[in-house]
């Protein structure tokens, strides 16, 4: 089998197996529109239809877990991935923290609404 004829990118000769041009796909300029073909082609394989629709405006802690759920219900789409899991971890740390101001500002507002009441 011949191979290659091209360097590699440390000046190191290739070691793939050469077509009839004495180069291989990656190194044959006349083979540079099939990969870029193949590179936007892979591109589209991976990507997945989105029809979710995110929130607008995050002016509050409830604005914020509905842009997380949004994400959580698009995610549910998506391959199993590194990446996917990340997301939800990440998720999931955002919506403690929403829960945990949510909470906090729900009590606060009590306690403005029982103030509100000893003035009166
Ligand atoms: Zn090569």
Do not use: Y
């Not at 793939?16 to 190194?27: N, T």
């Not at 099939?34 to 997945?48: D, E, M, P």
């Not at 945990?100 to 729900?106: A, C, Y």
């Amino acid at each position: 089998m011949k191979l290659c004829s091209g360097k590699t990118t440390e000046g190191k000769r290739c070691n793939a197996p050469a077509g009839a041009s004495g180069l291989c796909a990656f190194h044959d300029p006349k083979q540079a529109r099939k990969r870029a073909l193949g590179r936007k082609l892979g591109g589209k394989r991976n990507r997945v239809a989105s029809d979710a629709t995110f929130p607008a405006k995050l002016a509050s802690p409830k604005d914020v877990r509905a842009l997380l759920e949004a994400i959580t219900a698009d995610l549910t789409k998506h391959e199993n991935s590194i990446s996917r899991a990340r997301v939800l971890v990440s998720v999931a740390t955002a919506s403690l923290e929403t829960w945990k101001v949510g909470s906090l500002e729900d009590r606060l507002a009590a306690l403005e609404r029982v103030a509100e009441g000893m003035r009166k």
